[in-house]
């Protein structure tokens, strides 16, 4: 029964990476192509990092929310909270894909903005909903919405000097 309960627990975290990390992979590749192109020709602000920071930062992210969600599935018994933290999370997650494909892929900065602003609002009713049945989960969604406010400004003073 061990080996069963090992292998479901296995099993989840790796099909929640696999999902986390699979958005990480469509992100980059719409946004790999744009990156010397058209986001090289748009006037950013001055607090803007070099291209090189952001694929290492978002796979860090993007393993924490892997782990995060796992935890919430595996770790946290089925309720309405927790139905309601998976999904949340899940619509973030959802916001978050659409965000390369608008900024890069349809260089349509102001919409990007739009969506950018509704995941920030998304991601922190994930947070507050995933503190209610775990914590430490809640927690790992913390560095995430901290770099997304972040981001969201650099989006917002690209929309403005653009």
Request: glycine share 4%.
């Amino acid at each position: 029964m061990k080996i069963v309960q090992q292998f479901r627990t296995t099993t989840r975290l790796a099909a929640c990476l696999v999902l986390c990390l699979g958005i990480a992979a469509v992100q980059g590749v719409v946004t790999r192509p744009e990156i010397a192109g058209w986001y090289a020709g748009l006037v950013k602000p001055s607090w803007t990092p070099p291209p090189f920071v952001f694929p290492v930062v978002w796979t860090a992210l993007y393993i924490l929310m892997g782990v995060a969600l796992w935890r919430l599935w595996e770790r946290c018994e089925p309720s309405t909270a927790r139905t309601r933290a998976i999904a949340l999370f899940l619509l973030q997650l959802v916001l978050n894909a659409a965000w390369s494909p608008l900024f890069f892929g349809a260089h349509a900065i102001r919409f990007a903005l739009a969506d950018i602003i509704a995941l920030l609002v998304a991601i922190s009713f994930a947070i507050a909903a995933s503190a209610r049945v775990d914590r430490l989960a809640a927690w790992m969604l913390v560095p995430y919405v901290l770099w997304v406010a972040y981001a969201a400004t650099l989006n917002a003073g690209i929309a403005w000097m653009n």
